[in-house]
């Protein structure tokens, strides 16, 4: 099955091992050498400094993207000389993660030789992201096992979870961001799934690594991941399943066998592969046990210490954070408890009160799939609504290209309520907001206003928009706290604009997402530091903030299976929060809110520290 693709430019072979990837890119983009740019650049050079600069960002870029193809498919940048990109998966191997630490220190120590004190700000800004986001990466991968997400948010210890590997990412990704226009497309998409065994068994060997070291999944994270492999293999084995329609959905009116090929990939190579990692998860399931948190598992603290730093790219520590949720969850429920009180909630806790509005029918969407395309109509008209907003809340828009579109079905039972993301940097792949609708249960008229403010617009889709106009490397590397702060700040936005002015339970339904971040860093921190249960956490959300049981067993699990990102959102947001409040003191008058946002976004995604250097340049530009 493993045949040559269609292409008149350069060759690609498979089967494409993974010793072998390095020589699929047709030019040399990927592999720039960094070695001449790093000189020192005296005020004589400043002519050449923006060029200069601009060229070791970009060496950077495409020798991170050489590991992460998918990556550069997703941004749309795998086209002519790196076309090669679009015909190749992640090498998720160990040698492939060994391979990627060493090209992150190779570049760090390289781009830590550059001086750039003759660059412009954007220059400079660009640089200090680099640097950070590849030093956490770094430590990440001195941990003693792991996914370490280089620029991204995803970092966790198990490689195979109910919400985390190939067996996930892959299909999700082939059927929504590969893009299938030409013979060429199909046959990259077909070169892809050929290889998609292999990088399942790269990930298979480090699932038995860390389980040699002691690192097993709590027994309830197993039992997902166990029930979600064997539908996703019953589904491969249904004539190829979703990886094989997605493919002949979109080659209609393109000619070739692409579906025998196809089927022959999955029945052939991928489903005994997804086998092999079916039998391991069984295996360790025999072996595990309930405790949650890192605490309970080998150098789990030093583990969580570098994942929660990663995620707020803040130093500051599990119990400090875990008081601040605390804290911020009272603030919250006091500006809720007037607003229940005048809707005739007067008895019991913010939570209990919460409880008892979650049940009234009136917010409730109807169940099974005439609720769920309910729910989708609900969410389209809620995005046209808050993009003709955007003109109030920003200087230069970006046009907040959004596709609304389900989970797949075997993702469902082990994904948040709903998650998003821009699109490709020349827009012709949309972003997406992904829903989960699993059961309509999940979502409430007075809930999902905010949730589409979080992941679409202007949440996450619009941002990511505005790091798309950045220098490639820019729109790649992202900290979960800005990306996740920004979304807060987005349904902070929606409330602040109008969306509940005359909504009081839609306003509720933002305070209390708002307060369900607050809970977050209570947790997450309780469940990795503190020794908390599973069903203590669950217990937290649903009496403290009356959120349904049927959302957050799955967040709880979720902040199993990553440590430490949960605490991001809210970290990111107060400082977004803290950083306007001093701009607003500063400029008095002068202050307007559009040029603030301006300034957040078109400062890309930055660390939390980076992004107060960002603000203080807005401020002493607008006093000028």
């Not at 792949?429 to 989960?436: R, T, V």
């Not at 617009?457 to 979960?480: D, T």
């Not at 979304?487 to 509940?500: R, T």
């Not at 440590?563 to 977004?576: D, E, L, R, T």
Request: charged fraction near 25%.
């Amino acid at each position: 099955m493993k045949n040559t693709p269609r292409n008149d430019t350069f060759t690609v072979r498979r089967p494409v091992s993974r010793r072998d990837t390095l020589h699929l890119l047709a030019a040399g983009t990927a592999g720039i050498a960094l070695s001449g740019l790093v000189r020192p650049l005296t005020a004589s050079a400043s002519a050449e400094a923006a060029t200069t600069g601009a060229a070791a960002l970009d060496a950077i870029a495409w020798r991170l993207l050489d590991h992460q193809p998918e990556r550069a498919t997703g941004l749309g940048v795998d086209t002519g000389e790196n076309a090669g990109l679009r015909y190749r998966l992640e090498d998720r191997s160990q040698d492939g993660v060994n391979a990627l630490a060493a090209k992150l220190r190779e570049d760090l120590a390289r781009i830590e030789a550059i001086d750039t004190t003759a660059f412009d700000y954007s220059t400079r800004t660009s640089f200090a992201v680099v640097k950070s986001a590849y030093a956490t990466a770094l430590d990440g991968f001195a941990q003693p096992y792991g996914d370490v997400a280089v620029g991204s948010w995803r970092n966790t210890p198990y490689v195979v979870i109910q919400n985390v590997g190939a067996y996930l990412d892959t299909p999700r990704f082939l059927d929504a961001d590969h893009p299938v226009h030409t013979g060429q497309d199909a046959d990259a998409y077909i070169a892809r799934l050929g290889q998609m065994d292999e990088q399942l068994d790269g990930e298979l060997g480090r699932m038995r690594s860390a389980a040699d070291k002691g690192l097993i999944a709590p027994d309830f994270l197993l039992d997902r991941a166990i029930a979600q492999m064997t539908s996703t293999i019953a589904d491969a084995r249904d004539g190829g399943g979703g990886m094989v329609q997605s493919l002949v959905k979109r080659t209609a009116d393109i000619p070739g066998d692409w579906e025998k090929q196809a089927q022959q990939a999955v029945a052939e190579e991928i489903v005994p592969a997804l086998e092999r990692q079916l039998a391991e998860l069984q295996r360790q399931r025999g072996l595990a046990t309930g405790d949650p948190g890192m605490r309970e598992r080998p150098q789990g603290a030093e583990f969580y210490a570098w994942a929660l730093r990663a995620s707020t790219t803040t130093r500051v520590p599990a119990e400090e954070i875990h008081q601040l949720g605390k804290d911020q969850l009272a603030e919250l429920h006091g500006r809720m408890d007037p607003i229940l009180k005048s809707l005739g909630y007067t008895q019991g806790t913010v939570g209990q009160r919460m409880t008892a509005l979650g049940s009234d029918k009136r917010f409730m969407f109807p169940e099974g799939d005439p609720g769920r395309k309910e729910i989708l109509a609900f969410i389209q008209k809620r995005i046209d609504w808050i993009r003709a907003q955007m003109p109030r809340a920003f200087r230069h828009l970006v046009q907040g290209n959004v596709e609304v579109r389900r989970l797949p079905l075997a993702e469902e039972p082990g994904a948040p309520t709903a998650y998003g993301g821009a699109g490709s940097k020349d827009g012709k792949i949309p972003g997406k907001m992904w829903i989960n609708l699993r059961t309509t249960d999940l979502h409430r008229k007075y809930d999902l206003p905010t949730l589409v403010h979080h992941e679409s617009i202007p949440g996450h889709v619009w941002q990511g928009e505005y790091a798309n106009r950045l220098p490639l490397i820019r729109s790649i590397l992202a900290f979960n706290a800005y990306s996740e702060g920004w979304a807060l700040y987005g349904e902070q936005l929606g409330d602040e604009l109008g969306a509940y002015d005359d909504d009081p339970v839609g306003r509720l339904g933002y305070l209390q997402s708002i307060a369900f971040r607050a809970c977050r860093m209570v947790v997450d921190t309780g469940l990795h530091s503190q020794g908390w249960t599973r069903e203590q956490a669950v217990q937290f959300f649903m009496e403290k903030n009356g959120n349904k049981r049927e959302e957050v067993v799955n967040e709880v699990d979720r902040y199993c299976s990553w440590p430490g990102q949960a605490c991001g959102y809210k970290m990111g947001h107060n400082q977004i929060n803290r950083q306007r409040e001093r701009a607003i003191a500063a400029l008095g008058s002068a202050y307007d809110l559009r040029d603030f946002d301006q300034a957040v976004v078109d400062g890309g995604n930055v660390p939390l520290d980076v992004l107060a250097d960002n603000i203080t340049a807005y401020i002493e530009a607008a006093r000028v």
